[in-house]
Structures are given as C-alpha cells and as structure tokens.
C-alpha cells in the first residue's frame, strides 16, 4: 500500500511539472541558480558572478604595478612632471628629487595617481577626480602616451582569461560557422524567389565574427566596463557579429551562443536591414504601405508576428517608448472616424502631419504607433518591434536543428535546462504587457516565440498546442495580426497569460 500510494502522491507532481515548462519556460528562465544542460550552464544569481568580479578586483594591482616599471625609465620624465602637477604631489617634500631619483615614496604617490585616474576610467565611473585633479590637467594625463601604453597592457592582460579565451574560440571556431551555416540552410528553404534568395544567402555568408571587443567606433578604448558588458550585436556597414566577452561570464551554454548567434545574423535580413545598402537583397517600393510590405517580405511570417497570439509585434513612436496614456491606453488622441479605416489608417499628430496608425476591426484606428509620416514607407526601419521578433523566429528555427545535429544524446532534463539558458541571466522584471522599446517582452519572447517552435516543443516532449498561442508558419496569420498592445475595458495594458 505504502508503494502505491507513494508513487500516486509522485506522478501527478511531475507530470505537473512538466506541463508548467510547456506553457510557462519563462518562469524556469527566471528562478534562481545555476544549471547545467551538457553544454554549458548559465546562473541567475548575482552571487555567483565570480570571474567579473575577481577580473574587476585584479585591476589596480595590476596597473598600479605597470605604472611604478614605466615610470622609473628617463625617458618618462615627462609624464612623471605631469602627473606631479596635476595632482599637486609638486608640493610634497618627497617629490623634490623624483627628476634626479625616479623612486621612493614619491614614485608610489604617483603610480597611485595615475592608477587611480586608469580605475575610474576603466570602469565608467565618470570623471576622474574631479577635487583634487583640475579637468583641464586632467586631459594632460589620459591623452600622453604613456598612460595609454599602460592602458592597452592592462586591458590586454585582463583579456588573458584562459576559461573565457578557450570559450571564444569554441564561440568562433565552432558555434559561429555551425550556426551561420544552419541559417543559409533555413533562409534556402524559405524563400521563394530565386534572385531574392540569392542575395539573401550571399549576405549572410559574408558575415564574419569580430571578436568579443565589444566596443563600437573607430576612436573607441575599450574600457573593464567593456569587458564585463553582456551583449552581442551585428553591424550591418561591415557585415560583421561581435560577442562581448562579459556574456562568457555567467552563461557558456551553447543553446544561449546558437541563440545569440542566429538572432544577431538575422538581423542582416530583417524587415529594417534588407532593403539598406548597395548590395541590398530586396526593395520596398516607395509607395510601400505596411500591409503590402508585410505581405511581401520575402519570409512571409511578420503579420502573424504582429498577433497578439504571438509575439504581439507593434509599432512604436519614434523615439522608442510607447506613451501609455488617456485614450486606450496608449496616450494617444482619437483618431477621427473619417480617417480611420478598420485595419489601416492615418490620424494628424498635430502640426498637419498624417501619421499611419494601426488597429483591428474592433477597435479601428486605436492609433497604435506613430512610426515614419505615411509617404515614403520607412521600411519597418522606425521603432518597429517585429524587427527583434522576427530576428526571434529565425533564431528558434535554428536553434533546434542545431542541438539535433550537434547534440543528439541531451536527455530531456538537459533539454529543459538549455531552453531556459537561453535567456537566463538576462530576466526583465517586472513587466507589464508590451515595453514600449522596440524588443517584445522578454516572456512573450520565451513563452509565445521560442516555446510554440514545434521541434523545441517536441524535444521537450509538449503537447504540440497551447490554448491561446499558435507557431507562426510562414504565410499564417496569427490573431489580432496587427499587433495591437492588449488592452483591459479601463483602457489600461494588461498582462498577457506568460507574462510577470
């Protein structure tokens, strides 16, 4: 009896489980701890960030130490009087000898100040020391070229990490080329014109992987602040991807790089980015109405992306933030029925401008982004979220096929783990419907993008459904397929079943 009953009290305890990361993997992403998928593992807990925090605490050693070798050398003298000015050590009695004798206390004080200045600029803190260092002597420091010798050294030496150098490489010679590869593959099999698809492939093959500098301009200096930075992002003018090594810290799963990946290339063909530059893959025509650039987009799925059954992908005003407001919710003034037209519409923004507004049968004309004015289409390119959402898509397509082929013996616990790494350690909360930004919310990301992936869903072994959700397969359209913020009967945003 005691065997029966307590396999009774078991089963219905795991089966809920399960069913709970079926409709709810966001949740899992969220909680805290470390896990393990076979690939890698990934932590949400603050506690556990030990690399950042030991490469942070290396810093002034290390460069205090590199400025007492500098500036003892005669040729150095230079520096030595600046530093001694700057900081008014030219006062201290220890320091009336450092010309003829580069040692002694005097050289400690200002291996002490320049290391100094180098930690509160390394790590973004502002500006330097602002009472005791005038700014104007201030730039006589940063800009000689010895500080900056000493700077390269230092940052360079922090870069030594074995751990994340041998993840780098992994990153590089294996994860990148394995997933650009995939994407050529996906894009291949979707896209139907020959001349279109083409172009697309070509760019996407031109894509090289720049390193984890994450760092942007040519004049920039990368800082420790750099280092630990948790980002990756593609540039469309050099066709390159750069991975910043702060997101080797605390996540080294594979299932989070292919993600990263597939979504940073993505963004090379995404509804913005196709149409810009000289070797362009595809042309909106300048009389483009979102619909009929929805509609022809060569990866039909951005109209169910739009769907508040999906990503829920909408527009936004210029500017990036979506002003939540008196009418609707949204802030906006009521558009005149004249101009409001049920699915597309235009309503005057003040100042004589028409601006394309976006809305449902139900609720015609609600005004939903103030986007680009109507003529010429701005191609998606105005704080439009379906950019980031279709860039989603794509990376969840991917990301399955890759873990098939490249880790075919995970069990389903690691399975589990992998799909909550991929945005573990990155969790927004709390959040309230759509953001406002030009990303979705990262549930409706989890829960509604990555979670309704057949394949994903199957290896996890869910149920092929979930009641108020679809999978957005090319050339269907999701409910409320013009991406309108959900909205209570007051008016103001709700919070969408997956979403905290």
């Not at 994340?164 to 590869?181: H, I, M, N, S």
Request: charged share 20%.
């Amino acid at each position: 009896m005691m065997k029966t009953f307590v396999i009774a009290m078991v089963f219905p305890f795991s089966v809920l489980a399960a069913d709970q990361v079926c409709e709810d993997l966001h949740r899992l992403t969220c909680a805290p701890g470390t896990y393990d998928d076979g690939t890698g593992s990934a932590t949400n807990s603050t506690t556990n960030r030990s690399t950042g925090r030991t490469m942070m605490d290396r810093v002034p050693a290390l460069a205090k130490e590199k400025f007492l070798e500098t500036l003892k050398k005669p040729e150095n003298a230079q520096f030595r009087r600046i530093l001694r000015t700057a900081s008014g050590l030219s006062m201290n009695p220890d320091c009336d000898t450092i010309d003829e004798s580069p040692n002694g206390p005097c050289l400690d004080l200002l291996a002490d100040t320049a290391t100094d200045v180098m930690g509160r600029a390394l790590f973004g803190t502002g500006s330097v020391s602002s009472s005791s260092i005038p700014l104007d002597m201030l730039m006589y420091i940063t800009d000689a070229p010895v500080y900056k010798e000493v700077l390269r050294d230092v940052v360079a030496a922090v870069r030594q990490d074995p751990a994340q150098q041998k993840t780098e490489a992994k990153l590089r010679d294996e994860v990148f080329p394995r997933v650009r590869e995939l994407l050529i593959k996906k894009v291949s099999s979707l896209v139907q014109d020959e001349a279109v698809r083409k172009k697309m492939v070509d760019k996407i093959r031109d894509i090289r992987f720049n390193g984890s500098a994450c760092v942007q301009g040519a004049n920039s200096q990368e800082t420790i602040s750099d280092l630990l930075t948790t980002n990756a992002f593609y540039t469309n003018n050099s066709n390159t991807f750069t991975y910043c090594s702060g997101s080797m810290l605390s996540n080294t799963s594979e299932f989070q790089m292919v993600h990263t990946i597939a979504h940073e290339l993505s963004h090379s063909i995404d509804p913005c980015r196709i149409s810009q530059g000289p070797a362009a893959p595809f042309a909106y025509a300048k009389t483009e109405t979102q619909e009929t650039a929805e509609s022809r987009f060569p990866i039909p799925v951005l109209s169910c992306l739009r769907g508040t059954d999906s990503a829920n992908a909408y527009r936004t005003p210029r500017g990036g933030a979506l002003p939540y407001g008196n009418i609707g919710g949204i802030g906006l003034p009521k558009p005149n029925s004249e101009t409001a037209s049920p699915n597309y519409g235009f309503f005057n923004y003040g100042g004589g401008t028409s601006y394309p507004t976006y809305g449902t049968a139900q609720t015609p004309g609600m005004g939903v982004g103030v986007a680009a004015p109507a003529a010429p289409f701005d191609g998606f390119c105005q704080s439009d979220q379906v950019n980031e959402a279709f860039c989603d898509w794509m990376a969840y397509e991917v990301l399955p096929e890759y873990m098939k082929h490249n880790h075919p013996k995970l069990t389903k616990q690691q399975l589990r783990n992998g799909y909550s790494n991929v945005w573990r350690g990155n969790c927004q909360q709390p959040e309230a419907g759509n953001n406002g930004g030009t990303h979705p919310t990262q549930a409706r990301r989890v829960d509604y993008l990555l979670l309704m992936q057949p394949e994903v869903r199957n290896q996890l072994g869910c149920p092929a459904s979930v009641d108020g959700r679809v999978y957005c397969e090319p050339g269907k359209t999701a409910a409320g397929g013009l991406g309108m913020p959900l909205q209570s009967p007051n008016g103001s945003p709700v919070t969408p079943k997956g979403e905290r």
